[in-house]
Structure formats: structure tokens, C-alpha cells
């Protein structure tokens, strides 16, 4: 079998779908990439058993068949080489493997394609669709609030909630919580699932962020994305999801208003001099300036700023990891954000002021307990 493609190319689409692949992997033929070869389509399928990663391409090529091929040389080899056309010979019965370049041949042994894995098959699986950026934004304002807890698996994946007229994004870690609606998408049914973190921070990299629209596609175990040439198919997470409701505070009524990129900035050089195992920084709201401050005990380190401020309610002073806050701060549009408050010890509510058309965005996080 003999097929001709664009080194740059192929390197490009390899790229997408090589994140799957785990270096220590207990199946060697899951350190390869199969090869499926078809009227001048390159198909390249890369998987860690809970993920499938594919891509399409299109090259010279007569014949039809398939190939497994290590991942790691041929990345590494491709990486090296000028854009030009590459000469891929294989020999179906030994499995070998012969690259002619410009300049060079290079031989790689490679496996039996019969021994990797099949994909998971879409049958009775509920579809509907969305633009890319759309994903790709709900994707970006959630994924950071995922836990990374496994013994919480509910919590270390994204929480899809169906309605027929919008979409609902959840994420938490239990000391923030994430709920990003999207009133632009129309679901067949109401319905839930969690999809994981891994397969989708490479979701992110595989789809363009633009308006084409996706195919989105679930059945009771498995999620399934498709955009133009490029697939992905990964386990769910099978556990149920806290219920998040309960935790939102239905009356937060002190409103703290600041701009955002100066809250931001101030927070990153204060956090500083902050305890570098809790990240935390008091915040002191009196009137109409914020208080920015910041310790480490141990190392007699202290940071403190102030900063003008919008507040409506009773002086306060509440801490919070600040690192959470910064995470939180780059997920809000626009140029000034809410703190809706109501006491020391309870949830604050983050929120962008201005909301796009077709999108909600609402951040929660949990104080620390003021070091006095």
C-alpha cells in the first residue's frame, strides 16, 4: 500500500489527536495512531481506551487499507522535516513501514491493525447542534473549576444540562462552582451527563473557534463531537453530579462593583506575599474602597493595596483564595465585574456586568476563614 501527503499537514493533524495518547500506557498498540487509508482519505485514529481522537485528511493514494504506526517516532521524525511531500510504502503482510522525503528514507516498524481497539458505535445516541465557539467558550469558562479529586469522579468532569430551549455548563471543585447557560442552543430533551476533563481540553484544540456548527451526540455511556474532519468520542463519567442548585445563595444582598482588569491586577501583587499553601487575601470594603491585604506568617511577608470601588451594604472584611479569584476573573467578559456578598462566612457571587446576548455567566466561590 503506497499513499503520498504533505508532511506539514499531516504533522498538523497529528498534533490535534496526539494529546490521547499516554505515555504509560499498558497496551503497546494504544502508543500508535492507526492509519485507515480510502479513495485518496487519510483517516487517523488515536485512543487511551476512554477517549477516540480522530481526523481526516486528504492524500494521493490508489489503494485501501489500514496500518497502526508508533506515535511518538513518526511525530518526532515529522517535526524535523521541511514542508514537501511524503512517500509512505507499507507492506500489509510484515508491517513495515518505509517514509521517502526529498532527502531521506526512514523505516518504521509497524503493528497489526486488527489489535487496536474499535471505537464505540453512535447507535441510539440523541443529537443536536451547536456553533464551535460556542463549545469552545463553555469548554474555556468551566473546565478551571473542574476537580481534580478522584475520589469525587462526580466532580472532575463537566456537567451538561439539557433544556429544549438552552444548554447549562457546571462545574465545582466544592470551594467554586461554575454555571454557564447558553440560550442559543436548542436540545432535543431534557437530560444530563457528565463528560470528563481530558477529552475536553483536547476538544478545545481540535475544533476551530468559529461559527460552523458542530454535531453533538450522546448516548447513556459515550459523548460524541463531529466537525468537519475532525471527531472525538470519550467516555461519560458514570456518578451522579451534587445537586449545585442548593448551593447558589438565593440572597447575596450587598453588591461589591470594581473594574475588573485593576481587581485582577491588584489580587496578582498582593497574592505575593500570601501564604503560599491557601493563597489567601482579605478583602476590607468600606464605603467606597476596597482593601486589598495579604500575609505569610512564617516568612513575615505582607502585601496590602486600595483600590476605589462601587458597594452597597454594610462594611465587610472576607478572604479568598485569591488564585481562584484571578481563574474566575478570566473566564468574566467585559470591563467590570460584580461581588454579590452577604456575610464573612458565606458564598460570594461573581458575575461579568455586561452579559452577552445569548450567554449567563455566574461564579461562585467559597471564603476563608480570616486569620486574625
Do not use: W
Amino acid at each position: 500500500m503506497k499513499f503520498i501527503v504533505s508532511s506539514s499537514t499531516l504533522l498538523k493533524q497529528l498534533q490535534q489527536i496526539s494529546g490521547v495518547i499516554n505515555s504509560n500506557t499498558v497496551l503497546p498498540i494504544l502508543e500508535d495512531f492507526l492509519f485507515l487509508i480510502e479513495k485518496n482519505e487519510l483517516t487517523v485514529v488515536a485512543t487511551d481506551l476512554e477517549t477516540v481522537m480522530k481526523v481526516k485528511l486528504e492524500v494521493e493514494a490508489k489503494e485501501t487499507g489500514r496500518i497502526c504506526i508508533p506515535a511518538k517516532i513518526l511525530l518526532d521524525s515529522l517535526k524535523n522535516l521541511p514542508d514537501q511531500p511524503l512517500t509512505f510504502n507499507i507492506d500489509l503482510n510484515s508491517f513495515a513501514v518505509e517514509i521517502t522525503s526529498d532527502n531521506g528514507k526512514y523505516k518504521v516498524m509497524g503493528e497489526n491493525p486488527e489489535n487496536f481497539p474499535k471505537e464505540p458505535a453512535a447507535e441510539d445516541a440523541t443529537n443536536f447542534t451547536m456553533t464551535a465557539s460556542a463549545l469552545i467558550t463553555a469548554i474555556n469558562k468551566t473546565l478551571f473549576a473542574v476537580s481534580n479529586d478522584d475520589l469525587r469522579p462526580q466532580m472532575t468532569g463537566v456537567f451538561f444540562e439539557l433544556h429544549p430551549d438552552n444548554i447549562t455548563f457546571v462545574a465545582t471543585d466544592a470551594h467554586r462552582l461554575v454555571k454557564y447557560i447558553r440560550t442559543d442552543v436548542k436540545c432535543p430533551q431534557a437530560d444530563t451527563f457528565i463528560v470528563p476533563k481530558k477529552p475536553l481540553n483536547l476538544l478545545k484544540a481540535a475544533i476551530p473557534d468559529n461559527d460552523t456548527e458542530i454535531k453533538v451526540s450522546y448516548s447513556g455511556n459515550h459523548f460524541f463531537v463531529s466537525h468537519d474532519n475532525a471527531q472525538m468520542i470519550c467516555r461519560l463519567i458514570d456518578a451522579r453530579f451534587p445537586d449545585y442548585k442548593v448551593v447558589i445563595p438565593k440572597e447575596n444582598p450587598y453588591r461589591l462593583t470594581l473594574v475588573k482588569s485593576d481587581f485582577q491586577n491588584g489580587l496578582k501583587r498582593v497574592s505575593v506575599f500570601a501564604n503560599k499553601s491557601t493563597n489567601q487575601v482579605a478583602l476590607n470594603i468600606s464605603g467606597s474602597e476596597l482593601q486589598l491585604s495579604a500575609q505569610d506568617v512564617d516568612f513575615s511577608f505582607e502585601g496590602n493595596e486600595r483600590m476605589s470601588c462601587q458597594y452597597s451594604g454594610e462594611d465587610m472584611q472576607i478572604a479568598f483564595n485569591a488564585k481562584f479569584l484571578i481563574e474566575m476573573l478570566n473566564a468574566a467578559e467585559g470591563d467590570e465585574i460584580t461581588i454579590d456578598l452577604s456575610a464573612p462566612t458565606k458564598a460570594g457571587i461573581l458575575r461579568p456586568v455586561e452579559k452577552g446576548a445569548e450567554e449567563d455567566l455566574l461564579m461562585l466561590v467559597m471564603p476563608l476563614l480570616l486569620n486574625n
